[in-house]
């Protein structure tokens, strides 16, 4: 007997549900997706007691087996579809203590699919806080099955239920509500129709969409001896199915649920008059969000740029120890700078479902919705919106992700098309070397201009959000079903082990997903870098070296080395008090030699660039940049930002043939380019026109492919680049324009 | 004709009879059934949305939806 048991969990949000899937899986676990769709799939194994396994899957959260959402739908085919691989054996129905009333009724739904059904009563440590007393045996009996108390918090019941779940050939699947009751001669024709079939799963067969059920639908349909009813009928039967289970459940709890609400106490009403305060309330979300911008932006620059550090180390010793050559290149500048490339965000990215995660296991997140709501309304948006665009600022992906949980489809697709104007982690880069590049030093008020026009851009980025998610709302002509209904948990402490899976996951979900992304096109943009096919190419070296013998060095090369050697020796004589004059002359001499090495190194590797296959597609790219202050090798940049903006910095970094990432190296290589006209390349008119057109052009493949999964169609992508490209190209090009 | 809401902070009525295809069926399983208790727990800080306490179910609604919910507004609290 080596079979694994097929155990499903289901129950209402916030019960939870993933609490106890943590405790009975432990680090066993999987996180995947649904095949097709995004909805997430938790699987794990656990063992059970006389050395049989259990394979959980957790599923996602629902009130009821009449769905409202995507998320929903997966728990229904799964439990209609008997030839699933992962169809249970046995359902555990999560509940939460305070809520059994409301839980019970998804209970006695899946009891009526014939599906042994255990329930699990979780947070039985508020029992006596909140003045409840439970008779468990009693209970047991009227709902026809076996209960197990359970505190995810203090670690109790967990044994009691894996023993109920080995148990599960002993439950009764007799179900809880008899389908007939609800309409008796129209379940009476469908019996008579498919004697064979159990009636409530044709019930939901019928009432419910999806996706699957749509042949087993057409049989139904062509069976002539019945009819179906319209939807008007179906709800009103709905109706009434509901108000038969309410009963049954409110008899079942008459006698054995207790609530003396004398000793019931509870702080969610005072925190509430607090945390949705009309003046506090705004306070303490604005507060929270400086907190997690600090995070995000300040705190995690340590790891981030220790993990830089390490890469840039990582790619020299790969240098230095392999033999030189094709392979050795790839891996070096290629590959190792791809994965850093990603590995980079990681910190950013943790921070931020740390939050996220926080504030949503503790509650507060459902109270954000309740107050943003009324705001974000006149701009076509929802309460619900609010989470997306936060997470926008880390990463479009999860953000577009989170849209899902907004029920109303018109809000939900303006969110998802304007979420990629949020300022998200990629941007800042970008931002950053241009800031440092145009905006002068200086202060305002105690705020450094150059901090200021970060902000700026930020504000920049959500007001572009905003007014677009207006113009969409009022040209959008997309009915929906405006229902917006949003639970307001009680306040609970953050489980670790909860928070600490959630950000594990997710960072781990952004590394492999976005990851192979950007480091496919670092070596596609690697290859057609070092890569050409004319003379100019292969013969670099011969003809920079010719040029050089004849012409000299350019004027590029001359200012770096005079640069570099005037701030050479000045330190020279900082830190060496009283050296002699001579040894400063022989020390600069070798210094120089050395400079005049590494120039012609610089500029046979630019003129390989500019005769590589890449650099061909530049110059051919050049006129269209042009009115936007740009040369070509910026052009190529901003081309490859196509696929993901953090290209940018990495493909100038290749460009300028700097040998490393070091931003300082590749900020001073950039600050001495000059333009045809003798003036720097990176000015403040094409260093604005540069920065708006990274806040508002929609450059990133993987948030295109990932709009395209939630919105279900290539129509809604496709116009979100057409109509974010153009606009970034006229601004960009209005801005240079007025400032050159 | 007395709504949801028409309720004041911290007052409570009882849910009457209404037609099927008014509300949501989401709705009816979060408890919103004929005569069952409604409370106004809190009024967002723009009037709108109102979170209500639904015979144990604490949820928040906007008030287009909560107009749809007809009910008897109990005077004295002090009777429950």
Redesign the interface.
């Known amino acids: 007997m080596s079979k694994n048991i097929n155990v499903a969990l289901i129950g209402n949000p916030n019960t939870g549900k993933t609490s106890v899937f943590n405790q009975l899986t432990g680090l066993k676990q999987k996180v995947g997706n649904y095949p097709g769709i995004t909805v997430e799939k938790k699987e794990g194994i656990c063992k059970l007691p006389r050395g049989v396994k259990a394979h959980i899957l957790d599923l996602p959260g629902t009130y009821s087996l009449n769905t409202t959402s995507l998320d929903e739908s997966v728990a229904v085919e799964l439990l209609l579809n008997k030839n699933n691989k992962d169809y249970p054996d046995v359902a555990v129905v999560i509940s939460d203590v305070e809520n059994l009333k409301r839980n019970l009724l998804l209970f006695t739904q899946i009891k009526d699919l014939r599906i042994p059904t255990i329930l699990a009563i979780n947070m039985a440590d508020r029992m006596s806080r909140k003045g409840i007393t439970l008779d468990i045996a009693a209970l047991e009996e009227k709902l026809d099955t076996k209960i197990a108390l359970v505190s995810t918090r203090k670690g109790n019941g967990i044994d009691q239920l894996k023993q109920h779940i080995a148990d599960y050939k002993s439950l009764s699947t007799k179900p809880n509500l008899d389908t007939t009751r609800i309409a008796p001669v129209y379940f009476g024709g469908l019996q008579k129709a498919f004697p064979n079939e159990d009636l409530y799963k044709l019930w939901l067969v019928i009432t419910q969409d999806v996706n699957f059920m749509s042949i087993e639908k057409n049989r139904i349909e062509a069976a002539t001896s019945f009819s179906l009813k319209s939807k008007e009928e179906l709800k009103r039967l709905q109706h009434k199915e509901t108000v038969l289970r309410y009963q049954f459940i409110n008899n079942a709890l008459k006698e054995t649920y207790k609530v003396d609400f004398q000793n019931a106490k509870g702080f969610r009403g005072s925190i509430d008059k607090v945390l949705t305060h009309k003046v506090f309330g705004y306070l303490i979300f604005f507060a929270i969000l400086l907190l997690i911008f600090q995070a995000i932006f300040d705190w995690s620059s340590y790891p981030m740029d220790y993990i830089d550090e390490q890469f840039a180390a990582g790619s020299e010793w790969l240098k230095n120890t392999l033999p030189p050559g094709v392979l050795t290149d790839l891996l070096a500048e290629g590959i190792l700078a791809g994965i850093g490339g990603i590995v980079i965000f990681i910190p950013q990215i943790a921070f931020l479902f740390l939050f996220i995660s926080l504030l949503e296991e503790s509650g507060y997140m459902s109270r954000v919705v309740f107050l943003m709501d009324r705001l974000m309304r006149p701009f076509g948006l929802s309460g619900k919106s609010v989470v997306p665009l936060i997470s926008g600022t880390a990463c479009a992906i999860p953000a577009v992700m989170a849209t899902r949980t907004i029920e109303n489809w018109k809000e939900r697709l303006i969110t998802i098309l304007v979420t990629p104007f949020t300022t998200c982690s990629a941007r800042l880069p970008v931002y950053l070397i241009l800031i440092a590049l145009v905006i002068p030093e200086g202060s305002l008020l105690g705020l450094s201009y150059q901090a200021l026009t970060l902000m700026l851009l930020y504000l920049i980025g959500f007001g572009m959000a905003i007014f677009s998610a207006m113009v969409l709302n009022k040209i959008m002509r997309i009915k929906s079903r405006s229902l917006f209904l949003v639970e307001m948990p009680t306040y609970r402490i953050p489980l670790f082990k909860n928070v600490a899976y959630t950000v594990l996951e997710k960072t781990k979900s952004f590394v492999f997903g976005a990851g192979k992304i950007i480091l496919a096109i670092s070596i596609v943009l690697w290859f057609l870098g070092s890569n050409g096919f004319s003379d100019d190419f292969h013969d670099a070296e011969n003809i920079v070296n010719n040029r050089i013998e004849a012409q000299g060095l350019t004027t590029y090369s001359k200012n770096y080395i005079q640069n570099n050697i005037s701030d050479y020796t000045t330190g020279l004589t900082a830190e060496h008090e009283g050296i002699s004059q001579e040894a400063v002359q022989d020390s600069i001499q070798v210094r120089t030699a050395d400079l005049i090495e590494r120039a012609k190194a610089q500029e046979i590797a630019s003129h390989k660039l500019e005769h590589s296959y890449i650099g061909y597609a530049g110059k051919a790219f050049e006129p269209l940049v042009r009115p936007l202050g740009y040369d070509w090798k910026i052009g190529i940049a901003v081309l490859t930002s196509f696929a993901a903006r953090e290209v940018f910095v990495g493909t100038l970094a290749t460009i300028y043939s700097v040998g490393s990432d070091e931003e300082e190296t590749i900020k001073n290589r950039m600050a001495a380019e000059l333009s045809p006209s003798g003036k720097p390349l990176f000015n403040l008119a094409s260093g604005i026109s540069l920065m708006l057109f990274y806040a508002f052009a929609m450059q990133c493949m993987s948030t295109l492919a990932i709009v395209k999964r939630e919105t279900n169609s290539w129509k809604w992508p496709l116009l979100q680049l057409t109509f974010m490209s153009i606009f970034a190209y006229l601004t960009a090009m209005i801005a240079y324009q007025i400032l050159s | 004709m007395a709504t949801v809401a028409d309720l004041v902070h911290g007052q409570k009525g009882v849910i009457k009879e209404f037609s099927?295809?008014t509300l949501?069926?989401?709705?009816?399983?979060?408890?919103c059934?004929p005569g069952n208790i409604v409370e106004l727990?809190?009024v967002?800080?723009?009037?709108?949305?109102i979170?209500i306490n639904l015979?144990?179910?604490?949820?928040?609604?906007?008030r287009?939806?909560a107009r749809c919910i007809e009910l008897d507004i109990i005077e004295d609290t002090s009777a429950i």
């Open positions: 099927e295809h949501p069926i989401k709705l009816l399983e979060l408890g059934l727990v809190q967002a800080p723009l009037k709108d949305p979170y015979s144990g179910s604490h949820i928040a609604i906007r287009s939806l």
